[in-house]
């Protein structure tokens, strides 16, 4: 009964390869987010999304982009990987502002 | 600006000890939560405890408790007979009514046998 899923949790891949990751929530929350956590352990938000409106980080390049078939679900698209990106990605739901509860991550390298 | 302060990097605490950490915000508004998580070496992110800026009594879960000062911006996290499962990486946030959190940098906790 896992409550906020992600798939893969790693994911190795050369530069300048797509990938995605796909996160799922069963909460029935209206608002999804993905988070990237670097090596520093900082939690950056990259984006936050519900059924009315998508809200992008400025920071964030726009090689990335989410995709939500439904309220269940928002997928992390990344375009042409970069070295940079090697980080692990969290994808969140929460209703409202209630407390939002994470995926178990995915660790993404790029070589 | 909307932001969240953790201005301890590391902290350690001797096994059975009292340890608090702190963490500051900065809003105008005045219906917000503030929340206390936790990050084991498994990455998973864990709700340790929330607080509803609305009310006057600080939030408590078992050995853990925060003293919430709205007027200061001060949520700090007492973590009482720590043991050893509290070595983590713990993160202080806010969220508002827009449905956005805003994360502190994270404190990392030693807990010493």
């Known amino acids: 009964d896992t409550a906020v899923s992600q798939t893969p949790k790693y994911l190795v891949t050369q530069m300048g390869n797509d990938k995605s990751i796909k996160c799922e929530q069963n909460?029935?929350?209206?608002?999804m987010y993905w988070y990237k956590q670097d090596s520093k352990k900082f939690l950056k938000i990259m984006f936050s999304?519900?059924?009315?409106?998508?809200?992008i980080n400025e920071t964030v390049p726009n090689r990335f982009s989410p995709k939500s078939p439904d309220k269940a679900h928002l997928n992390l698209h990344i375009n042409s990987l970069e070295l940079g990106d090697s980080a692990v990605y969290f994808c969140a739901s929460s209703h409202f502002k209630n407390e939002q509860f994470f995926g178990p991550g995915t660790r993404l390298t790029v070589l | 600006a909307q932001t969240v302060t953790q201005s301890q990097p590391e902290m350690s605490v001797q096994e059975a000890e009292t340890v608090t950490l702190s963490c500051t915000y900065d809003t105008s508004e005045s219906d917000y939560y503030l929340f206390w998580y936790k990050q084991p070496p498994s990455r998973q992110m864990i709700l340790v405890i929330r607080q509803e800026a609305y009310k006057q009594q600080n939030a408590t879960e078992n050995r853990f408790s925060v003293n919430f000062q709205k007027a200061a911006k001060s949520f700090s996290l007492k973590i009482s007979d720590s043991q050893l499962g509290d070595a983590a990486m713990y993160f202080c946030a806010r969220s508002n009514t827009g449905n956005q959190f805003y994360f502190g940098t994270g404190t990392s906790l030693t807990v010493i046998p």
């Open positions: 999304y519900n059924n009315k409106e998508l809200i």
């Open positions: 909460l029935g929350h209206d608002t």
